[in-house]
């Protein structure tokens, strides 16, 4: 993920015996609505084609050949109808780009009081003209909330930030490269995965040894510039007291070990295993460093869940924030729309209303508190939240997941780690979702009201088999 400006390619619609002039209004609206709204956009000019609009074949093949040479650019199409439009034009344009973007359909209002022949637009109706074109090509597409929507309304507005999240979430997924940092701890059968499904959706998995990771470790002195500065950074992010100095220095070569490995291999997301060879043998837990990662933007799951870690990468891309994977962990006294999510802890500082670097209390009895520094600790902060989980079917060799939304709240809650009470509409009926379904313990959870543009992302476009809990029936 970069933040380099999204670009929108625009065709506008037209058809002949509609008055064409409504057309060359709402080309240049368009394009204004976008540019204010921080969007550049690719569309054919009035020197191009009659007012810039598509409405024959050659017009299509002229807007196709433009969609072509910014390619590498073009993050979504939107489909804008001034007037009914050409729906053949419209699907021959896309068919002929063969983009594989996603594509917005929007379709401005008449207004009650100007339908004579001169101002009536009749999009209202074009626009499902457009829509039964598309299905018939096998073109996939995203409709506003409402059916018409004047471009300078708050509606409009409100549909294409979430039609640029959905663009967002779509190219984030597609030839993403994740790193499978260690084995999957033996008693994590729940974090199984295919492969093989990911990579003929487009996902590939690195792996690296463990061994190979502390290896490189071994070759680094304390003075190494590399290994320096990580640890300028680690102290910089969440406060130290009380945690040795030994141990940080331990935490800021893993650190700039992963972050070489990683650019070496073009990885830009990982899962690490976590526990409890790291913590044996090494002897700090890679919480921190985990942390830090997701923190900017370079998702980093625990006990190896890949596809966990993949949920917390479209959260991200959606919302342009950190996310965090959590524990499904406790239920919250006798409510039940409420629950406990937890980990132990690498959640990202962004997600704390304020965090502090500690001792693993889990592992502690087993290693040794002395072996277990580095896990971030505090308190989720009241928020928005949306979550998501995905998964390798290999039943019927496909992916398949769920995504919907809820609150982090202020409930009062004395524990240890990283803590987070959860109100989620009709709980239950998720919970039975999830353990019918047999989905996994964790879920990735980001700060923001993203499910709805994640969902749209992974089932429309991407073909994932997805539930929206809370979502339109």
């Avoid at 054919?44 to 390619?71: H, I, M, Q, W």
């Avoid at 995203?142 to 409100?158: K, M, Y």
Wanted: net charge negative.
């Amino acid at each position: 993920m970069t933040d380099r400006k999204m670009t929108m390619g625009v065709i506008v619609g037209n058809r002949n015996f509609f008055p064409a002039l409504l057309a060359k209004s709402g080309r240049e609206e368009i394009i204004k609505v976008l540019a204010d709204k921080g969007y550049d956009s690719v569309v054919l000019t009035p020197e191009d084609t009659r007012y810039g609009v598509v409405e024959t074949f050659d017009d299509s093949k002229k807007c196709a050949a433009l969609f072509k040479a910014n390619r590498d650019r073009i993050d979504g199409v939107i489909v804008t109808l001034p007037n009914f439009g050409d729906e053949r034009a419209i699907a021959n344009t896309l068919r002929l780009a063969d983009l594989g973007v996603p594509v917005l359909i929007q379709a401005t209002p008449d207004n009650a009081g100007k339908m004579t022949i001169q101002h009536r637009r009749d999009s209202f109706c074009g626009k499902m003209s457009a829509c039964n074109n598309l299905r018939q090509y096998g073109i996939p597409y995203t409709l506003t909330r409402l059916h018409t929507e004047s471009l300078d309304s708050q509606e409009f507005a409100d549909d294409l930030a979430q039609f640029a999240a959905t663009c967002r979430v779509v190219s984030s997924l597609k030839n993403l490269r994740v790193g499978s940092i260690g084995a999957r701890p033996a008693a994590f059968n729940t974090v199984r995965f295919s492969e093989k499904i990911l990579e003929a959706n487009g996902v590939s998995i690195e792996t690296v040894d463990l061994s190979e990771i502390v290896g490189r470790i071994g070759k680094l002195a304390d003075d190494h510039a590399g290994v320096r500065s990580k640890l300028d950074q680690i102290r910089a992010y969440a406060p130290t007291a009380g945690v040795p100095d030994s141990s940080l220095t331990k935490m800021a070569k893993l650190g700039f070990v992963i972050d070489d490995w990683m650019r070496e291999t073009d990885v830009k997301i990982s899962a690490v295993q976590c526990w409890t060879a790291m913590e044996e043998y090494f002897g700090v837990v890679p919480c921190a460093v985990m942390s830090m990662m997701s923190n900017n933007l370079m998702s980093s799951a625990c006990e190896v869940d890949i596809c966990g870690a993949i949920a917390m990468h479209a959260l991200a891309a959606a919302s342009q924030t950190p996310s965090a994977l959590l524990d499904w962990n406790n239920n919250y006294g006798d409510d039940p729309n409420k629950a406990v999510c937890f980990h132990c802890s690498n959640l990202p500082k962004a997600f704390f209303e304020t965090a502090r670097m500690d001792y693993q209390e889990i592992l502690a009895g087993t290693v040794g508190k002395e072996k277990t520094y580095g896990t971030l600790v505090g308190r989720v902060k009241a928020s928005a939240m949306s979550f998501a989980r995905f998964s390798t079917d290999d039943v019927t060799g496909k992916m398949r997941g769920y995504v919907g939304g809820g609150a982090f709240t202020n409930d009062p809650l004395e524990t240890f780690g990283g803590i987070g009470v959860v109100a989620i509409a009709d709980l239950q009926r998720l919970l039975r979702y999830i353990c019918e379904n047999g989905f996994e313990h964790h879920v990735a959870a980001n700060l923001s009201n993203s499910a709805a543009a994640v969902h749209e992302a992974t089932s429309r476009y991407l073909g994932w088999n997805m539930h929206w809990h809370g979502g339109p029936a």
